[in-house]
Nanobody, 115 residues
Framework: QVQLVESGGGLVQAGGSLRLSCVAS????????RGWYRQAPGKQRELVAV???????DYADSVKGRFTISRDNAKNTVYLQMNSLKPEDTAVYYC?????????WGQGTQVTVSS
């Protein structure tokens, strides 16, 4: 079983930046998609950013131009660089990696943006 551990969350003022990291406990083969999701209190979990095995990326409209997803295969890590943060970005952020026959989730990291 693979564990995903997120880190990098915290409290930041509006306009600030954070970089989230998601480290896998071991190398994962045949990954289709790496993604970041978030869930704010009282709301459904939503997709924030995805990175395919081919290197394509896609973002929620609300974060386009501000967030960037990337990976470091040598470190079994996926990142989410978040710039120009807004109070509405406040949520628990989750890392997801899935492929043929598996779907791994992290435990989440809290991001709080103050106005």
């Amino acid at each position: 079983q693979v564990q995903l551990v997120e880190s990098g969350g915290g409290l930041v003022q509006a306009g600030g930046s954070l970089r989230l990291s998601c480290v896998a406990s071991r190398r994962i083969f045949n990954i289709n998609v790496r993604g970041w999701y978030r869930q704010a209190p009282g709301k459904q979990r939503e997709l924030v950013a995805v990175l395919t095995s081919g290197g394509s990326t896609d973002y929620a409209d609300s974060v386009k131009g501000r967030f960037t997803i990337s990976r470091d295969n040598a470190k079994n890590t996926v990142y989410l660089q978040m710039n120009s943060l807004k109070p509405e970005d406040t949520a628990v952020y989750y890392c997801n990696i899935h492929g043929s026959g598996y779907d791994y989730w992290g435990q989440g990291t809290q991001v709080t943006v103050s106005s």
